[in-house]
C-alpha cells in the first residue's frame, strides 16, 4: 500500500488518507469509508485488489481518527458535519487530481447514503 498523504480542507481541519491512482481513467473511483473503531487500513486487502483491477481507490481516516482532525466539540461529531467536511475533501482534493465532474462524487455519497438517512428518519425521526 502506498503512504498515506494529507490534505488540509479549511484551517486546522485536515484528513489523512491513501489515494491510488489507476492508468485507466475510465472506471470510477472506489471511496473506501471505515467504521467505528477503525481505521483506513482495514481496507488495505480490498485496496490492494481494486488497485490492480485499475480502479483509482480512495479511503481517508475519518474525523477524530489517527492524523485526521479531532474536534473537542462533541456537535462537530453530528453526521450533517462529518458529511460536509468529507464531501468538501473529496471536492477540493481528489477531483482536482482526476479532473472529473465533482458532482458525481457529491451524487454517489448522497445516493449512497440515502437508504440509510430514510430508515432512520422514518424509526427515529428527521437528522438535521
Known amino acids: 500500500m502506498c503512504e498515506p498523504q494529507n490534505y488540509t480542507v479549511d484551517d486546522g481541519i485536515n484528513y489523512e ?9 475510465s472506471k470510477p473511483t472506489l471511496l473506501f469509508l471505515h467504521g467505528f473503531p477503525s481505521l483506513f487500513y ?3 486487502y480490498r485496496i490492494e485488489y481494486f488497485s490492480k483491477k485499475e480502479y483509482d481507490c480512495l479511503a481517508p481516516n475519518l474525523m477524530g481518527y489517527s492524523k485526521t ?6 456537535n462537530e461529531y453530528k453526521t450533517k458535519s462529518m458529511a460536509q467536511y468529507l464531501i468538501t475533501f473529496l ?3 481528489i477531483c ?3 479532473n472529473k465532474d465533482n458532482k458525481i462524487i457529491h451524487k454517489c455519497i448522497i445516493e449512497g447514503m440515502q437508504p ?6 422514518s424509526t427515529m425521526g428527521n437528522i438535521d
Open 91 to 93: 471536492h477540493e482534493s
Open 69 to 74: 482532525y479531532a474536534p473537542l466539540d462533541t
Open 42 to 44: 482495514c481496507w488495505h
Open 116 to 121: 440509510k438517512l430514510n430508515w432512520y428518519r
Open 17 to 25: 488518507y491513501i489515494y491510488i491512482k489507476a492508468k485507466d481513467d
Open 96 to 98: 482536482q487530481y482526476q
